[in-house]
């Protein structure tokens, strides 16, 4: 008997991708450059060879969900750029705050 093997969950995988994207600067900025290069090229494909399929008096729904989830890339992206800037914000605030204790410290042991 072989033993059985562990089923990948889903959601747990998902939250631990979307954990290892949020803490790495450079896997978030390398996420918002696909997401929105994802999303421009539906929107130019959208315009230009997918125009014919997505004609709103034939395929209503379709272009719902075409316009859809070009809107949740970008808004996606936007949301991966906040927390992006946010987080930059934060990891300037504790160096300078670093620096300032440091600068501190020395000023005290040349003072004595």
Do not use: Y
Request: glycine share 2%; net charge positive.
């Amino acid at each position: 008997m072989e033993p059985k093997e562990k089923q990948l969950r889903a959601t747990s995988f998902i939250v631990h991708a979307t954990r290892g994207v949020i803490r790495d600067q450079r896997t978030r900025r390398k996420a918002m450059a696909f997401l929105l290069g994802v999303a421009v090229l539906l929107l130019i494909s959208g315009f230009t060879f997918l125009a014919p399929v997505l004609n709103p008096h034939e395929h209503p729904w379709l272009v719902i969900l075409f316009w859809v989830v070009c809107v949740w890339l970008t808004f996606t992206a936007t949301l991966v750029a906040i927390f992006d800037l946010l987080a930059v914000r934060l990891e300037a605030r504790r160096v300078e705050q670093a620096l300032r204790e440091k600068l501190r410290s020395e000023r005290s042991t040349s003072n004595e």
